[in-house]
């Protein structure tokens, strides 16, 4: 992505401002190697876990609070992924405390148009966006993400992990998950 | 806040956290043996749920006092837990522990959406994180409950055999605590009498359209939340036997 932060840095006027922005960047990037454990394919900035990466004033070396949110509140993966993210912005070479909010609570509509896709591709039914009404998507139909056939049937409202349900296809017959909406 | 209000809210959290530990207990102990895999794994999801909302009030109780919630769950004495008969009760047959779940789902859909608005953050936040998660339970157990109803004269008979212990055991669930009163008049939480008739009203309703009428009110009678009850201790003895044995025992 092209920044000013970049530019300013590329042409070698820095001043501490420019560091800390750059940093943050690093720290971003750094995050985008962390995956959910349950869903290898998306990164949990798209996935919208990441809810905000600042630089703590004070320190002796650089303290960059990483601020997370869990998707559900019994997902067992949540501590993996506090403890990946830390490792992952600690070999900037800075500190680094990771914090845990409930507020205001994940929703599926934090997940990006990008990792959307990437779910489909890897054979999970993204869930539809909802903006509060989660009851409207979850009862919305679901296209079959391996043949777009639109007739799909809930087989079961609870999957191999918290978030999916179990669907199938009238058009190509077989079983798939669906990331539930939430 | 006060000392009084401080202490109750302690109170109210820990009784909460240890109905939602307790329940998804007896729950899991379906895993593995439900009665179809798909059912099986529906009802694991939602005591892994239940777990999960214990370990949010045990967090918003932390936040109060410094306790270790997980010292909370696993190195506690039964005498100092403050769950009711109702999450207590042994899991029963697949009817006992349907309609259970749906009596709580159908608390906790009033409760939380109350409790939402609480203007004490820690527990607001971990209402409106909670209520979201049981759109899905309530879905699930509100089918079951029409299916058991109206399906078989035996699903019925023993949906009523459920009920009629289940029923008189409700009104400990819903009760107020002897702190709760402190908490409403501070404005921490709601009126718990409004809440109370909502939440036997919506259950009734739903079981009547299931044919499954549970007669009168369940008597207003005390929550007995400092009573142990021999099922709150069998049930203890297994969810901390692993830890009593080995406290060290880091993670799994």
Redesign the interface.
């Known amino acids: 992505m092209v920044t000013l932060a970049g530019a300013i840095s590329r042409a070698g006027v820095r001043s501490p401002a420019d560091d800390a922005a750059t940093l943050l960047q690093r720290a971003w990037t750094a995050l985008r190697t962390v995956k959910d454990p349950e869903i290898p394919v998306i990164d949990v900035v798209e996935l919208g876990v990441v809810r905000a990466v600042t630089l703590l004033p004070d320190s002796a070396r650089p303290l960059v609070e990483v601020t997370i949110t ?1 998707t ?4 067992p993966a949540l501590h993996e992924i506090e403890r990946a993210a830390y490792e992952a912005v600690r070999a900037l070479g800075v500190e680094v405390s990771v914090k845990t909010v ?2 205001p ?1 994940w ?1 599926t509509d934090d997940i990006t148009d990008e990792a959307r896709e990437k779910l489909r591709a890897f054979g999970i039914a993204p869930p539809g966006r909802h903006e509060g009404l ?2 409207i998507a ?1 009862d919305a139909p679901v296209r079959c993400p391996r043949c777009e056939h639109p007739d799909t049937r809930l ?6 992990t ?1 978030c999916r349900e ?1 669907r199938t296809c009238a058009g190509c017959g077989e079983t798939f998950e669906r990331f ?1 909406p ?1 | 806040m006060t000392a009084d209000v401080t202490s109750a809210l302690i109170a109210r959290l820990t009784a909460m956290a240890d109905d939602e530990l307790l329940l998804g207990h007896r729950d899991s102990e379906w895993t593995g043996h439900g009665p179809l895999l ?1 059912e099986d ?2 009802l ?3 005591a ?2 239940e ?3 214990a ?2 009030w045990y967090g918003a109780r932390s936040q109060l006092d410094g306790a270790d919630p997980d010292a909370l769950a696993f190195a506690r004495p039964a005498e100092d837990f403050l769950s009711c008969a109702f999450v207590e009760q042994p899991r029963g047959d697949w009817a006992f522990t349907l309609l259970r779940q749906f009596l709580f789902d159908t608390y906790e859909a009033e409760v939380l959406a109350r409790l939402e608005r609480s203007p004490h ?1 820690p527990l607001a ?2 209402a ?3 209520r ?2 049981e ?2 339970h309530l ?2 157990t509100g089918m079951w409950v029409r299916r058991l109803g109206l399906g078989t004269e035996e699903s019925r008979r023993r949906s009523l055999d459920a009920l009629q212990v289940l029923w008189p055991l409700y009104h400990g669930l819903v009760a107020a605590l002897p702190g709760d009163g402190v908490l409403v008049e501070a404005g921490v939480l709601p009126d718990w009498e409004t809440l109370r008739g909502a939440t036997f009203d919506r259950a009734r309703t739903a079981l009547v359209a299931a044919e499954l009428d549970p007669g009168r009110d369940p008597d207003p009678t005390a929550a007995e939340r400092d009573v142990v009850r021999e099922q709150r201790r069998e049930l203890l003895a297994t969810l901390q036997e692993v830890a009593r044995q080995d406290p060290e025992a880091a993670a799994w």
Do not use: W, Y
């Open positions: 869990p559900f509140s019994a997902c409930l507020s609570p929703t989660i009851e979850l087989r079961n409202a609870f999957g191999s918290l179990i539930k939430l | 798909e794994i529906a694991a999801n939602l892994q749920d777990i999960g909302h370990v949010l953050a936040e971990a409106a994180k909670a979201r998660e759109l899905f879905r699930h």
